[in-house]
């Protein structure tokens, strides 16, 4: 059984998933949306299985609404508009749907739902999103057991080189990001993320104190954790110290 809300700014398209539904008593329809705005509302309070989102809506796109949720869902596109076919697919989401499309072409994209609730294949999607705007983000998507959460990056104490991924190091828990620790050095705010080591950042807001050993630095957080600062990062706390 998966929980389903629409997201469609036409009467007629969500009238019409609607009707295609009631072929699948496993799909359970909870809420509608006819708008951007009231499609974060909704999904964050209802916390679907899966979403059938329009695209192109007043308020925010459906990419947009993406970016804002708590959890990632399944996602179905359902749009008039074909120029985003490739990054619907390039976010991983489950079908997209071209109208007017058929009933058959509607079974297509349901059968091709994921049998378990696993949202693995959208991680890259949600965080892609919000690293990827013009302005640095307040806050970004991670994976968390088997569902994606939101984090407000001023939660995060430092972050660590973890492979080809980053581990994120909250006040209540450790999150790992799809995204390498280099990359993660470009899209955070330098305001208040600084890179202090090959395989470390850390928030500078969360710092405690730096002790000085020779040539070498070590950061202090106000959680008791101790980041060691190798010579070729040191430069970066320069802006620290007055």
Same mark, same amino acid.
Do not use: C
């Given at each position: ?16 998933? !609607? &009707? ?20 974060? !509302? =909704? ?24 970016? !804002? ?20 697919? &390039? ?35 949600? &965080? ?57 050095? &470009? ?8 890179? =202090? ?28 954790? =101790?980041?060691? =600062? ?13």
């Amino acid at each position: 059984m998966k929980k389903v809300i629409i997201v469609d700014d036409e009467r007629a398209g969500r009238s019409l998933i !609607r &009707e295609y539904l009631e072929d699948y008593p496993d799909l359970i329809l909870l809420a509608e949306a006819n708008n951007g705005v009231d499609a974060v !509302r =909704v999904i964050n309070e209802f916390k679907p299985d899966l979403v059938f989102l329009d695209i192109q809506m007043p308020g925010l796109t459906g990419f947009d609404v993406l970016t !804002r949720l708590d959890e990632i869902p399944q996602i179905i596109f359902s749009t008039a508009y074909d120029a985003y076919a490739l990054q619907a697919f &390039e976010v991983h989401a489950v079908d997209y749907l071209l109208k007017p499309y058929t009933k058959e072409r509607f079974k297509k994209a349901v059968e091709r739902l994921p049998a378990s609730q696993e949202t693995n294949s959208v991680a890259p999607l949600a &965080e892609s999103l919000m690293l990827n705007r013009t302005t640095y983000p307040e806050r970004i998507l991670v994976q968390h057991n088997k569902k994606l959460i939101a984090i407000e990056l001023d939660t995060i104490y430092w972050i660590e080189a973890y492979g080809d991924y980053s581990k994120l190091h909250t006040e209540s828990d450790n999150f790992l990001s799809n995204y390498g620790i280099s990359i993660l050095d &470009e899209k955070l705010d330098p305001k208040h993320f600084i890179r =202090v080591h090959r395989s470390s950042m850390i928030n500078i807001k969360k710092v405690k104190e730096i002790h000085k050993y020779g040539k070498s630095y070590d950061v202090t957080l106000q959680n008791g954790t =101790v980041v060691h =600062v190798s010579r070729g990062y040191k430069d970066n706390l320069k802006d620290l110290m007055f």
